[in-house]
């Protein structure tokens, strides 16, 4: 009996992994245009952040946790400033930042070519904290992920950031800095418009006729 009950703890726990690690689930912020993978369904919240100016703006985080581990993303209102990049809201967000720790990482990010910056952080009770934060359409995007000293870096939640127009069409740039548009997006845009930029052939960067 020892044996068979042995074997079923064993089956038990080969298939659940599988299950476990396929939890992470892409979530969809219509309201603040982006979409991210997090452990479950994030709990939503109405906040304030205090911008470079010293005002405070609206914001509203998107938080998860797993086994002790903290994934936030706060999604701040800049609907006053017309710049469509506007380096100082997230210049900004990382000065706050490297005040939480010590910084054993700190350079420049971009995600679709949309620039922002990265931090890693050890936190004094040891904690690491791996930060990304980008501006684009009137959004501030903070990444905030806190995970213990043994965890794995959090590419999954750090890296997956995708940030979406007004039709819910990812929003991508060229090295030029012109907005484009893959085909793959297309098809997956909700009935996004095409774009007067360039439209790319799935994720090469060869462009299609118009």
Same mark, same amino acid.
């Given at each position: 009996?020892?044996?068979?009950?042995?074997?079923?703890?064993?089956?038990?726990?080969?298939?659940?992994?599988?299950?476990?690690?396929?939890?992470?689930?892409?979530?969809?912020?219509?309201?603040?245009?982006?979409?991210?993978?997090?452990?479950?369904?994030? =709990?939503?919240?109405?906040?304030?952040?205090?911008?470079?100016?010293?005002?405070?703006?609206?914001?509203? =985080? @998107?938080?998860?946790?797993?086994?002790?581990?903290?994934?936030?993303?706060?999604?701040?209102? @800049?609907?006053?400033?017309?710049?469509?990049?506007?380096?100082?809201? @997230?210049?900004?967000?990382?000065?706050?930042?490297?005040?939480?720790?010590?910084?054993?990482?700190?350079?420049?990010?971009?995600?679709?070519?949309?620039?922002?910056?990265?931090?890693?952080? =050890?936190?004094?009770?040891?904690?690491?904290?791996?930060?990304?934060?980008?501006?684009?359409?009137?959004?501030?995007?903070?990444?905030?992920?806190?995970?213990?000293?043994?965890?794995?870096?959090?590419? &999954?939640?750090?890296?997956?950031?995708?940030?979406?127009?007004?039709?819910?069409?990812?929003?991508?740039?060229?090295?030029?800095?012109?907005?484009?548009?893959?085909?793959?997006?297309?098809?997956?845009?909700?009935?996004?418009?095409?774009?007067?930029?360039?439209?790319?052939?799935?994720?090469?960067?060869?462009?299609?006729? &118009?």
């Amino acid at each position: 009996m020892r044996m068979a009950g042995s074997i079923f703890v064993f089956f038990a726990l080969v298939f659940a992994q599988p299950a476990y690690a396929q939890a992470w689930t892409s979530f969809y912020g219509e309201e603040d245009r982006f979409a991210i993978g997090f452990p479950g369904a994030p =709990t939503i919240e109405e906040t304030e952040w205090i911008d470079e100016n010293g005002m405070a703006r609206s914001a509203r =985080t @998107y938080s998860a946790e797993r086994s002790g581990n903290f994934y936030t993303l706060i999604a701040v209102n @800049y609907d006053d400033i017309e710049e469509n990049i506007y380096h100082p809201a @997230y210049e900004h967000a990382a000065a706050v930042y490297r005040e939480m720790g010590e910084v054993t990482f700190d350079d420049h990010a971009a995600t679709d070519r949309i620039d922002g910056h990265q931090l890693q952080i =050890t936190l004094p009770d040891g904690r690491r904290l791996y930060f990304a934060a980008h501006y684009h359409g009137k959004r501030l995007y903070i990444l905030d992920a806190n995970v213990s000293a043994r965890s794995a870096p959090p590419g &999954q939640f750090q890296q997956n950031l995708q940030i979406v127009d007004e039709e819910g069409v990812r929003v991508r740039y060229t090295n030029e800095g012109e907005r484009m548009i893959r085909t793959d997006d297309l098809q997956q845009a909700l009935g996004g418009p095409i774009e007067g930029g360039p439209i790319f052939e799935g994720a090469s960067d060869t462009p299609v006729e &118009q």
